[in-house]
């Protein structure tokens, strides 16, 4: 079971968006394109990651489930 947890935190006067969504990376695989803020990926990316680390969702929507992964090098 995915954990699908969000909130938003004020900081300094910028909003950072915490989410606890990651699943086990050996059991899920990146599913492309898949969506994001009504944006449709093709690739890992770094939008939206705090800390610029590459990500994908493992579902069509992101938006709607909020399950992903860390995308490796």
């Given at each position: 079971?995915?954990?699908n947890?969000?909130?938003?935190?004020m900081?300094?006067?910028?909003?950072?968006?915490?989410?606890?969504?990651?699943?086990?990376?050996?059991?899920?695989?990146?599913?492309?394109?898949?969506?994001?803020?009504?944006?449709?990926?093709?690739?890992?990316?770094?939008?939206?990651?705090?800390?610029?680390?590459?990500?994908?969702?493992?579902?069509?929507?992101?938006d709607?489930?909020?399950?992903?992964?860390?995308?490796?090098?």
């Amino acid at each position: 079971m995915v954990l699908n947890v969000g909130m938003f935190l004020m900081f300094t006067g910028a909003y950072v968006f915490l989410q606890v969504g990651h699943v086990n990376a050996d059991r899920a695989r990146c599913v492309f394109p898949f969506n994001y803020k009504n944006k449709l990926y093709d690739s890992c990316t770094s939008d939206g990651s705090f800390i610029r680390k590459a990500w994908c969702s493992v579902t069509a929507n992101y938006d709607k489930d909020g399950a992903w992964k860390n995308c490796f090098d």
